[in-house]
């Protein structure tokens, strides 16, 4: 008895201790994606819901940690990269604020790899899985993050794979009429998404420009400082504009969303340049591709007829 009671009192001890490591791990792993929440899972989520063909557009819970783990690995991948570049512009990020070293994290994000193609695999998406790491490759690996022109292309194929892949989380086969004409639609609507976020991907630029200028990196609000802030005012209204023609959208919800779109290119194009002030006008830029996301479901023409609504299967 004397031998078990000093057990039964560190038992609590060990599993408060355990729990609090546990804690620790999955908030460690929270804060590679905490900068990424807004800014891109809620947004591919919106859209891979909205554009998923009428079978698949329950698999919410699927497509978000679909999302969620290619995306912890590609910021696991960025950051301890660039752990000179986060110091000075979100020193609370892991690696900065020493919750984890840049050689684990390298071996974490190694680790991961295999497992987000399997689970790509898993979930019948390989080819847009396959995508985002490639394209990470080349964005972190190779350098193309170093200049504006390869840092926009490669942001708008990863704005692509992740909201193509969220479209097609666990689709299975489709009936054959109703797969060729969701796929036209969801044609269409990735076109549109990778031209859009290839022209105004430079949002998120303006709020890093002190860490960007410091590594040696080159983007679009360092090389044309004015104009890069007026192409924001002029952009954001243009293709709400576009987009609600294109979709068919009521002129109220046209009226709605351009509206938008002028404030958030005023907040960019107003800004007094401090990472504060550009930060809240990238989350409004964000809430904004939610809002250009959902224009296909609420549109009249025939191209918002994808996703949960009824898509004729005869013409």
Not at 80 to 108: C, F
Request: net charge neutral; hydrophobic share 45%.
């Amino acid at each position: 008895m004397a031998n078990i009671l000093p057990l039964l009192t560190e038992l609590p001890r060990s599993l408060c201790l355990s729990a609090k490591k546990c804690a620790q791990s999955i908030w460690t792993l929270y804060l590679f994606t905490r900068d990424d929440i807004n800014t891109l899972m809620i947004p591919a989520t919106v859209y891979g819901t909205m554009s998923a063909p009428t079978e698949a557009t329950h698999h919410i819970l699927p497509r978000i940690t679909w999302i969620w783990v290619n995306l912890l690995d590609i910021n696991i991948a960025n950051q301890s990269l660039d752990a000179d570049e986060d110091a000075m512009n979100k020193p609370w990020r892991p690696i900065p604020s020493k919750r984890i070293s840049q050689g684990t994290a390298r071996v974490l994000h190694w680790f991961l790899l295999p497992a987000c193609l399997v689970l790509s695999y898993a979930f019948q998406v390989p080819m847009a899985g396959l995508l985002l790491h490639v394209v990470n490759v080349c964005y972190h690996d190779l350098g193309f993050s170093s200049h504006w022109v390869t840092k926009s292309l490669c942001n708008a194929l990863a704005y692509a794979a992740f909201n193509g892949g969220a479209s097609k989380v666990l689709c299975g086969v489709l009936p054959l009429p109703d797969s060729i004409l969701v796929s036209k639609a969801s044609r269409d609507a990735q076109i549109l998404n990778f031209l859009l976020i290839l022209t105004t991907t430079h949002a998120q630029d303006f709020r890093d420009v002190i860490g960007d200028r410091a590594t040696g990196r080159l983007t679009i609000p360092m090389a044309y400082p004015h104009a890069s802030r007026l192409s924001m005012l002029v952009l954001l209204p243009a293709w709400s504009l576009f987009l609600s023609f294109f979709w068919g959208a009521h002129v109220l919800v046209s009226t709605m969303v351009c509206a938008f779109a002028t404030y958030v290119g005023l907040r960019f194009y107003r800004s007094g340049g401090t990472s504060v002030e550009d930060g809240i006008a990238y989350r409004d830029y964000n809430v904004w591709l939610c809002f250009v996301h959902v224009l296909p479901l609420v549109g009249d023409s025939k191209h918002a007829s994808w996703g949960v609504t009824f898509y004729p299967l005869h013409e």
